[in-house]
């Protein structure tokens, strides 16, 4: 007989833990380059004295995230694969702690390197972090629940991002004094590990493996077939799908985008609004909030439309669009003009994130949805690099519209090519197709429980007719 699907209750438990300690990470990702200006003049002592490599070094603070990501994504991937959602969910959550104490040691101008190396722990945390949240809807949500599950692990990295441009601008503000500065930072680290040790804890005695039935037809298949599983076959087979290749394209060069805004959002605000550290760290909360908002609506409409190529093309040219409105409404000198923007773009842009999960998982069925997630993040931290130093770069050289000018028409380049990708519902014909079967068993049934009653029915009418 075969095994029972079933949902637990225990789903929303996991999820929501997953979403909290991916939201802890998030937060280290981008709260030192909220404040970059403030980071610039504590570590002067310790940082290159030309200026374009002395803000390219703090802007490695971030990028550092996406650096770390490419070349262990496969290893970490691997993990995943055959030790499972638990093992690299404790490694992640040990690593985000380690890193975050570490920072507690570096309260002092002439410790950058020592800020860098935790910056860099926190980093190859997020590795065991970004490419789960498919992984856990697979595993732990039914059939109708696997786009809201994965939007709502989205959602924690995003609160993260959110926290992480919000609380730093107000615990650090800038001051003149390099003493009360440093008194700031520490308060700020001191918080940040001891709520990253409580995640820690909850994540060893809560987080399970899976659980005891798979909870959809396509999950327990997958589990079948995970043992003759074979992870270098199913990259290969990951590489030889063109809507895949190109999907990773474009999904790398939207989000990379992101990471760019993201990275460089206190020098762009601040070019157009001297003074307005806090204004920036709001802003980035606009962005992120509204993202949430969108990547829920997103998973949401996904769920009951199954539109997934349509969905994500139209996603596509609106984040453009949110794009080139930011850039032409910063001249205009108006904070609430430029919150009305960023608000928009950040819907459409973050909002993209889990949409583009689901269509690599869709599209490429039934490869691991955790390497299909790593390799699309892979891609994400490869572009963010790129255009985080491109971007810096033009603001030195051009200024920051040539910057913003650079990343719409980046945009515009994704939307295109996002076009050329073949909507190619692969797990929802695979999810058809065991309805099918089983139909198929039940008419069997049927017809052979029909055809034993016609048996026993004979020889009672030849012994009526006698």
Known sequence: SSPTTKVYKRRWIIVTLFCLYSMSNAYQWIHLNIIANIITKYYNASLPEDRFQRETTVDWLSMIYMLAYIPLIFPSTFLLNKKGLRVCAIAGAFL?????????????????????????????AQIFILGLPAKIAAVWFGPNEVSTATSLGVFGNQVGVAIGFLVPPILVPNSDSLEQIGDDLSIMFYAGAGYMTLLFILVIIIFKERPPHPPSKAQMLALQNVHEEHYGRSLLNLFKNVGFDILTITYGVNTGCYYAISTLLNPIILDYFPGHEESAGQIGLTIVIAGVGGSIAAGIWLDRTRTYKGTTLGIYFLSMAGMVAFTFTLDLGLLWV?????????????????????????????????????????????????????????????????????????????????????????????????????????????????????????????????
């Open 96 to 124: 985000n702690v380690l890193g975050a104490w570490l920072k507690v040691a570096c309260i002092s101008p002439d410790r950058f390197a020592v800020l860098m190396f935790a910056q860099t722990v926190c980093a190859i």
């Open 338 to 466: 430029v919150f009305l923007c960023a608000g928009a773009l950040g819907f459409f842009m973050t909002g993209y994130l889990p949409v583009g999960f689901e269509f690599a998982a869709e599209i490429t069925y039934p490869e691991s949805e955790g390497t299909s997630s790593g390799l699309l993040n892979a891609s994400a931290q490869f572009f963010g690099i790129i255009l985080t130093i491109g971007c810096r770069a033009m603001i030195n050289k051009v200024g920051t519209l040539g910057s913003n000018i650079l990343i719409s028409g980046t945009l515009l380049l994704g939307t295109i090519c996002t076009g050329f990708i073949a909507a190619d519902y692969r797990r929802q014909e695979a999810g058809k197709e065991i309805l099918d079967q089983m139909d198929n068993v039940m008419q069997i049934e049927i017809s052979e429980k029909e055809s034993e009653k016609s048996r026993i029915a004979e020889p009672r009418s030849r012994d009526n007719q006698i």
